[in-house]
């Protein structure tokens, strides 16, 4: 099948927009008291590594999206890229409640949520382009850490994160 380029750019660019509208809520907060004092855990990585691995996380959504949106309208992909975009915006939802509103315990419940979300997206884009399902997986594995991380502060900072 022929590469669209004007549907694969479309497609990566509009997922590097929606980090973008997230990295919004999260780039004032980073630099400030309360997130400069919670308690992290020591799986958390620096700071720094989020943004690449965001960067290519949603270059890589842009392209499974893509190998989805590219195939024959039918009820089975229309799905999929539903809930490709309601997880995207979950995924915007997550920054707005841990860094903006700095509630640890909303964006775990969120976060979950968000998980389950790309499982199922996962599982739609499996059942009609295998490609477009491995492209998700690190997304899906990140997430899961995430998760992880968001349970660790929230825990180790029981009395200071909700506001």
């Known amino acids: 099948?022929?590469?669209?380029?004007?549907?694969?750019?479309?497609?990566?660019?509009?997922?590097?927009?929606i980090?973008?509208?997230?990295?919004?809520?999260?780039?004032s907060s980073?630099?400030?008291a309360w997130y400069f004092t919670l308690k992290k855990p020591v799986i958390q990585p620096p700071?720094?590594?989020?943004?690449?691995?965001?960067i290519t996380l949603f270059c890589?959504?842009?392209?499974?999206?893509?190998l989805v949106w590219r195939l024959e309208p039918n009820a089975a992909r229309d799905l999929a890229i539903t809930f490709f975009f309601?997880?995207?915006?979950?995924?915007?939802?997550?920054?707005?409640?841990?860094?903006?509103?700095?509630?640890?315990?909303?964006?775990?419940?969120e976060i979950v949520v968000l998980l389950l979300l790309i499982a199922i997206t996962t599982l739609l884009f499996y059942r009609i382009s295998r490609l477009a399902a491995y492209w998700m997986l690190p997304y899906l594995?990140?997430?899961?850490y995430a998760t992880v991380l968001n349970l660790f502060i929230k825990a180790r900072n029981m009395s200071s994160t909700s506001e």
């Open 60 to 66: 890589m959504m842009g392209i499974a999206f893509y």
């Open 141 to 144: 594995i990140w997430v899961g």
């Open 19 to 27: 980090g973008l509208i997230g990295s919004f809520f999260t780039r």
């Open 86 to 109: 309601v997880q995207l915006l979950f995924n915007i939802l997550w920054s707005f409640l841990f860094f903006f509103l700095k509630n640890p315990l909303l964006a775990l419940i």
């Open 47 to 54: 700071d720094w590594v989020f943004a690449p691995v965001w």
């Open 1 to 17: 099948m022929k590469i669209d380029l004007l549907k694969i750019s479309l497609s990566i660019a509009g997922c590097q927009l």
């Open 30 to 32: 980073v630099k400030s």
